[in-house]
């Protein structure tokens, strides 16, 4: 990854210096080529209920009405080298405070946390073609940001923000795309209605690290109204460590991933609805198949063991049965719609999505003991929230722009996951685990 990076940005600052060197030698439109933009914002909020890692019953980890607040700068640089050439280059520098210290006494664990990173780096080569067939072909390396469906706020978007085994999904605060390390091409045919892609990611978000996922997408979209398509990918398909870990290991984090996504804006039907902003009024939906064998993914004689514990069935779980396999289970479900706003705001996006999966959400599962399984729940109560009261999750999203700035507010209960500072293995869980779990943010942005 690292030599991955530094490879961009080493033909990143060759291209410039290249332009300015041209430039200094007579032709000053090169320099113009260049183009520097981003954003800045203050983010503040609560997570109004929630619940870290998977000791429920502790003081230490459990959230209510705890205040957030984040500051980020985000800078972009794009060299269009040629016609045909673009280079991009992302920076982001954030400060935020952690959520919780580890005691009271210790002032450190209170300290502002500061944090810079490369949020993109990525060559991109793109033509247009006058054939009655194959009309443009762009190719994208890097690390770049990557969405099946651009209409996505908050839930959705699982082919690369998700895992098969253990079955998880995952949602960031106001970041609705996937970060992707490798390569996408995508050919558009027939005046762009048809649209197909090859992608090779290199994983680096969820173990086992960086072996390479391969995925085909397939788009069509006939007109302004309709817009259907959904991509295929083949989850650590090809392992890069195997050295390091025997394939026997290695093919249990494998699955097939299909996600499909439909946009529909009947504005183009009625025309004349000038009042309405181009964002409004569209309905979307996605459905997701993370795994197409019905694997069982825990140790359900934990539940039995459960029961044992508590014979006085004092919660009324003693009856509590795990339910049969079913690739239903494997199926987040989300559903958007874009209300009309007349202009008051530009997005008034609400999102509602069904995801029956009877496992903790936890995409590190039992990695300790070397499975590719989720981790069981240590409470009948817990068991009965993973199977029962979990499924549902909503998220209304808002958006209003001044000129260049802007002010959004988010309101969910999703799959973000919040780390604290004093937990040194890590949270690989979402926080809002239970119904009543949710959270809130203003965010105050303003673009360069």
Same mark, same amino acid.
């Given at each position: 990854?690292?030599?991955?990076?530094? &490879?961009?940005?080493?033909?990143?600052?060759?291209?410039?210096?290249?332009?300015?060197?041209?430039?200094?030698?007579?032709?000053?439109?090169?320099?113009?080529?260049?183009? /520097?933009?981003?954003?800045?914002?203050?983010?503040?909020?609560?997570?109004?209920?929630?619940?870290?890692?998977?000791?429920?019953?502790?003081?230490?980890?459990?959230?209510?009405?705890?205040?957030?607040?984040?500051?980020?700068?985000?800078?972009?640089?794009?060299?269009?080298?040629?016609?045909?050439?673009?280079?991009?280059?992302?920076?982001?520098?954030?400060?935020?405070?952690?959520?919780?210290?580890?005691?009271?006494?210790? $002032?450190?664990?209170?300290?502002?946390?500061?944090?810079?990173?490369?949020?993109?780096?990525?060559?991109?080569?793109?033509?247009?073609?006058?054939?009655?067939?194959?009309?443009?072909?762009?190719?994208?390396?890097?690390?770049?940001?990557?969405?099946?469906?651009?209409?996505?706020?908050?839930?959705?978007?699982?082919?690369?923000?998700?895992?098969?085994?253990?079955?998880?999904?995952?949602?960031?605060?106001?970041?609705?795309?996937?970060?992707?390390?490798?390569?996408?091409?995508? %050919?558009?045919?027939?005046?762009?209605?048809?649209?197909?892609?090859?992608?090779?990611?290199?994983?680096?978000?969820?173990?086992?690290?960086?072996?390479?996922?391969?995925?085909?997408? &397939?788009?069509?979209?006939?007109?302004?109204?309709?817009?259907?398509?959904?991509?295929?990918?083949?989850?650590?398909?090809?392992? %890069?460590?195997?050295?390091?870990?025997?394939?026997?290991?290695?093919?249990?984090?494998?699955?097939?991933?299909?996600?499909?996504?439909?946009?529909?804006?009947?504005?183009?039907?009625?025309?004349?609805?000038?009042?309405?902003?181009?964002?409004? !009024?569209?309905?979307?939906?996605?459905?997701?198949?993370?795994?197409?064998?019905?694997? !069982?993914?825990?140790?359900?004689?934990?539940?039995?063991?459960?029961?044992?514990?508590?014979?006085?069935?004092?919660?009324?779980?003693?009856?509590?049965?795990?339910?049969?396999?079913?690739?239903?289970?494997?199926?987040?479900?989300?559903?958007?719609?874009?209300?009309?706003?007349?202009?008051?705001?530009?997005? !008034?996006? /609400?999102? !509602?999505?069904?995801?029956?999966?009877?496992?903790?959400?936890?995409?590190?599962?039992?990695?300790?003991?070397?499975? %590719?399984? %989720?981790?069981?729940?240590?409470?009948?109560?817990?068991?009965?929230?993973?199977?029962?009261?979990?499924?549902?999750?909503?998220?209304?999203?808002? $958006?209003?722009?001044?000129?260049?700035?802007?002010?959004?507010?988010?309101?969910?209960?999703?799959?973000?996951?919040?780390?604290?500072?004093?937990?040194?293995?890590?949270?690989?869980?979402?926080?809002?685990?239970?119904?009543?779990?949710?959270?809130?943010?203003?965010?105050?942005?303003?673009?360069?």
């Amino acid at each position: 990854m690292k030599k991955v990076i530094a &490879l961009l940005i080493g033909l990143f600052f060759s291209t410039g210096l290249f332009m300015t060197a041209t430039a200094e030698n007579g032709d000053d439109n090169l320099l113009s080529k260049i183009k /520097l933009s981003g954003f800045g914002y203050y983010m503040f909020g609560q997570i109004v209920s929630g619940i870290y890692g998977d000791d429920w019953e502790a003081p230490t980890t459990s959230f209510e009405h705890l205040w957030l607040n984040t500051s980020l700068l985000h800078l972009n640089l794009e060299s269009n080298v040629s016609d045909w050439f673009t280079t991009k280059l992302g920076l982001e520098f954030y400060v935020t405070f952690p959520l919780k210290g580890s005691n009271a006494m210790d $002032k450190s664990s209170y300290f502002r946390t500061y944090k810079a990173y490369l949020a993109e780096a990525a060559g991109i080569m793109h033509w247009d073609f006058e054939h009655p067939i194959l009309s443009s072909l762009t190719i994208k390396t890097g690390m770049l940001p990557y969405t099946i469906n651009p209409e996505v706020k908050t839930l959705g978007n699982y082919l690369f923000r998700s895992t098969v085994h253990p079955l998880s999904v995952q949602n960031k605060v106001d970041y609705p795309w996937a970060d992707l390390l490798g390569g996408v091409a995508e %050919a558009g045919f027939f005046e762009n209605r048809v649209r197909f892609e090859a992608i090779l990611a290199s994983e680096f978000n969820y173990v086992p690290f960086f072996d390479f996922t391969p995925a085909f997408g &397939l788009y069509y979209k006939p007109n302004e109204i309709i817009d259907v398509g959904g991509a295929i990918a083949f989850h650590h398909a090809i392992q %890069a460590n195997c050295a390091l870990m025997p394939d026997s290991l290695g093919e249990k984090w494998q699955g097939v991933k299909l996600d499909f996504r439909a946009i529909f804006d009947p504005k183009p039907i009625f025309g004349g609805m000038d009042f309405l902003g181009k964002d409004q !009024l569209k309905i979307y939906a996605e459905v997701a198949f993370l795994g197409l064998k019905d694997s !069982l993914e825990v140790d359900t004689s934990q539940l039995a063991m459960q029961r044992t514990l508590d014979p006085s069935d004092s919660l009324g779980l003693n009856d509590l049965v795990f339910p049969a396999n079913t690739i239903l289970h494997r199926m987040p479900m989300t559903l958007g719609i874009s209300f009309p706003t007349w202009k008051i705001v530009d997005v !008034l996006a /609400l999102e !509602l999505e069904w995801f029956s999966s009877p496992y903790a959400n936890d995409w590190f599962g039992k990695f300790d003991s070397q499975k %590719a399984e %989720a981790r069981a729940p240590s409470s009948l109560k817990q068991w009965d929230n993973y199977i029962n009261k979990d499924n549902f999750k909503w998220s209304l999203y808002m $958006k209003k722009a001044l000129g260049k700035f802007e002010v959004k507010g988010i309101f969910s209960s999703d799959h973000t996951i919040y780390l604290m500072n004093n937990v040194s293995n890590g949270n690989f869980e979402q926080t809002l685990k239970r119904p009543k779990d949710w959270h809130w943010l203003i965010q105050l942005r303003y673009n360069l």
